[in-house]
Every structure is written in structure tokens, then in C-alpha cells.
């Protein structure tokens, strides 16, 4: 049953990944995301779990794998920093329900030579399950990246390691200090690096939990992809929506303030408006058709008092002042024309300012619109169903971040 649940969440996830249609420009401004994501993909369908070992230089993180392994593998040195590049080692377990246990060594987040820190960290940050090795009470530092990691929804276990160098009463204050610093609602787990304590905790955890682990930050990792690539199409279909509404507000400005004739203006407001909503729609891939065009801008005008008012009241009352101007000309030599401008300025403003109000709410209703069939992975991980939320409750964290941040309407004209 296992087995043939995580080979139907790769299923699904790659099936959801061939839909995504990307340009040119995409694939290569997302080149390092959809490498990461592909990877990563690989790893599920492998059903093989990375596990990165994270923290400051000095605390002992490769003694600890050394620890894990019964031998020497990973380098140490009584010098910190000895562990300069990432190393990835293989760690054979029995009895484990997937096929491949990795552990990754990291050099220490402080250290002052690492020649790219933000790529180590990025490394890391893609674990599956990251074990966070400290010698002691967290510093401010060491909090700092444990936020860092929390804010991108990982798993995390703290590992204290070190132990000889406290007291029991020493220990013991240094762990319910530990607790007292990181949020109380994630319920971190502190292991001790003790005897077997740490490989028993990990090979129960991992045998428990290590495929729903790689399932997990799969899905994150395409989400994260995702949001990126909707965010960068946004910014891009804001300028040309930006554009687009700039040019009929133009062509309407002119329209209405020329034309002195009231049945012709409201019908011409009313049919530029939708080719609008029509063009709009095209940008944000929906394509509506004209009947679908005229329903949102009816919709629209209903729901905003201005509109309405505007391409019924105002409108009809400034063509009909145009209209009495014109016929009153010859009683008046020509003085009444004078007025003619001023109003024509006025309708052209409100033209103008009611084609942008109208584009804004437009092209936020076919965004949405365009959205409704499109499966989110945030949908696939909110669908999991989680029989032990203590140990899950990091995905909660992801998805308020997730949410938080998903705003929209800065990226809509």
C-alpha cells in the first residue's frame, strides 16, 4: 500500500508538471528552479529521502554522521570550518520502506570562507528532513537560520550534540531553554547524540514518515515553481493589460468628446468597453467571446454604482448638453459654442478615468476566471490527510506563509 501510494503522488505530481506550458524565456529564466524541481522528482520516483545536516561550524555535524555511519566518512578536525564543500553519503538502514537514505554535510552557516553561502543554505533548504546540530544553548544566529527554515515549511529536528561537556542539571537547562526559544506549536523534537539514541529516533522516524517527507517537499518545491513562474507571467501580463487599457481609454476620450450624438456614444462606450474586456481576456488566456464580454462588463457596471452612472447618466446628460449647444449656435452667433470645449474636456477625463476603473475590476474577474481549472500543488498538499498533525504541523506554517504572500492584486493593472 505504501509503495503504491508514493508511486501514485509521483504519478500525479508529473502529470500536473506536463501541463505546465513554458515559453522559451521561461525554461530559461527557470532554469535552476525546474532542474531543482526535476531532481527532486527523480529522488520521489526513486523513492529515495534526502536528509541535510545543518548548522554553525564547530558543533560537530560531521561527527554526528560519523556517529550514524560507525565510522569515519565525513572529515573532521579539531580546527572548525574543516567541512568546506557539501559531501552526500549514502546510509544503508534495514528495514526502511524506501529504497535510498542520503545525508548531506554542509559546512558550517557562519563560516567566514564558504565561497557561495547562499548555495549551500539553497542545498540544504531542498532536504527533505533537515537535522539542525547544536553543541548547546541556540544563539541568536542559530535561531535566525531555524526561523529562516521554519518560514520555508521544513521539517527540522534539533540535535544536541556534545553532551559530555554538561552536568545533568546543565543539560537539562539547556534543553528546556532550546524548547522555550523555538515555537511552541511545531513541537520540534530535541534529540541528544547519546549512544544510539539519534540512528534509533531517525530509522524509526524515517520508516514512519520518510515517504510522506519526500512527498511533501516534492509538492512544496513545485509549488514554490509554480508561484514563481505565475508571479513572473503577472508582472507581464500587467504591463500589457496596462497598455491595452491606456489605448482604449484613449480612443474612447476621443470618441465621446467628438461625438455629439447621445444613442451613438452609449452604444460606442458600451462596444468599446467589451472589446476591452475582450482584449483583457486574451492576455490573461482565457479568451472570452462576445456574448462572455458584454455578461462581466454588465456584471461590472451592476456591481459598481460609478460605472454605471457613468456610461448611462453622466454620459447621456453631457451628449445632450453638447447637442442643445450645437442646435442653439445660430440663435447665439456662435457664442454657445464656447462651452463646447470645456464639456468635451470633462467627458474625455471621465471617459478615460471610468476605461481604467472598469479594465482594473475586468481583468481581476478574468484572472480569476482563468484560475478555476488550473490544480494548484497547494490544493495536493492541502488534500493529504495527515495522521499525525504533531508531525506535519510545518506544512501548516508553509501554507499561511504561502498564502500571506500570494497577493495578487499588486500584480493587476
Not at 156 to 163: F, P, Y
Not at 281 to 298: A, C, D, P, V
Not at 387 to 395: A, G, K, L, V
Request: aromatic fraction near 10%; include cysteine.
Amino acid at each position: 500500500m505504501k509503495q503504491l501510494k508514493i508511486n501514485k503522488n509521483y504519478l500525479l505530481l508529473r502529470n500536473w508538471w506536463e501541463t505546465i506550458d513554458l515559453t522559451n524565456f521561461e525554461k530559461s529564466f527557470f532554469n535552476k528552479e525546474i532542474i531543482y524541481f526535476n531532481q527532486q522528482l527523480i529522488r520521489l520516483k526513486e523513492k529515495k529521502i534526502r536528509i541535510g545536516i545543518y548548522g554553525k561550524s564547530g558543533v560537530g555535524k560531521s561527527s554526528v554522521l560519523n556517529s550514524l555511519f560507525k565510522k569515519d566518512i565525513f572529515k573532521t578536525n579539531v580546527i572548525n570550518g574543516t567541512t568546506k564543500t557539501i559531501q552526500a553519503e549514502v546510509w544503508p538502514i534495514k528495514d526502511q520502506t524506501l529504497n535510498t537514505v542520503e545525508l548531506i554535510d554542509a559546512p558550517g552557516f557562519d563560516f567566514c570562507k564558504i565561497k557561495y553561502p547562499d548555495k549551500v543554505y539553497s542545498f540544504i533548504n531542498h532536504s527533505d528532513l533537515i537535522l539542525f546540530i547544536v553543541s548547546g544553548d541556540l544563539n541568536r544566529n542559530e535561531l535566525s537560520e531555524i526561523s529562516s527554515l521554519i518560514k520555508d515549511g521544513k521539517k527540522i529536528i534539533v540535535i544536541l550534540n556534545k553532551i559530555d561537556l554538561f552536568n545533568k542539571n546543565e543539560l537539562k537547562e539547556i534543553i528546556e531553554s532550546i524548547k522555550f526559544k523555538l515555537p511552541k506549536d511545531l513541537h520540534i523534537p530535541i534529540i541528544i547524540n547519546h549512544k544510539n539514541n539519534l540512528k534509533n529516533y531517525l530509522t524509526k522516524i524515517i520508516n514512519q514518515y520518510g515517504e510522506i517527507f519526500v512527498t511533501l517537499n516534492s509538492l512544496q518545491l513545485a509549488d514554490q515553481m509554480f508561484l514563481q513562474i505565475k508571479e513572473q507571467r503577472l508582472k507581464r501580463r500587467k504591463k500589457l493589460a496596462q497598455s491595452t487599457i491606456g489605448r482604449f481609454s484613449t480612443i474612447k476620450a476621443s470618441a465621446v468628446a467628438l461625438n455629439p450624438f447621445i444613442l451613438f456614444d452609449v452604444a460606442g462606450s458600451f462596444a468599446l468597453d467589451t472589446a476591452l474586456i475582450s482584449e483583457l481576456s486574451k492576455i490573461y488566456g482565457l479568451n472570452l467571446k462576445g456574448e462572455s464580454s458584454r455578461k462581466i462588463f454588465k456584471n461590472i457596471s451592476i456591481n459598481n454604482l460609478f460605472l454605471g452612472f457613468t456610461h448611462v447618466g453622466v454620459n447621456s446628460s453631457l451628449n445632450l448638453i453638447k447637442k442643445v449647444i450645437l442646435l442653439s449656435a445660430p440663435y447665439t452667433s456662435g457664442l454657445s459654442l464656447l462651452t463646447y470645449g470645456p464639456i468635451a474636456i470633462i467627458q474625455a477625463a471621465i471617459a478615460v478615468y471610468s476605461t481604467k476603473i472598469l479594465g482594473k475590476l475586468a481583468a481581476k474577474e478574468i484572472y480569476v476566471k482563468s484560475k478555476i481549472s488550473f490544480v494548484e500543488p497547494s490544493k495536493m498538499i492541502q488534500n493529504i490527510i495527515f495522521n499525525e498533525p504533531e508531525i506535519f504541523n510545518h506544512i501548516n506554517i508553509y501554507l499561511s506563509n504561502r498564502n500571506l504572500n500570494n497577493n495578487i492584486v499588486s500584480f493587476l493593472p
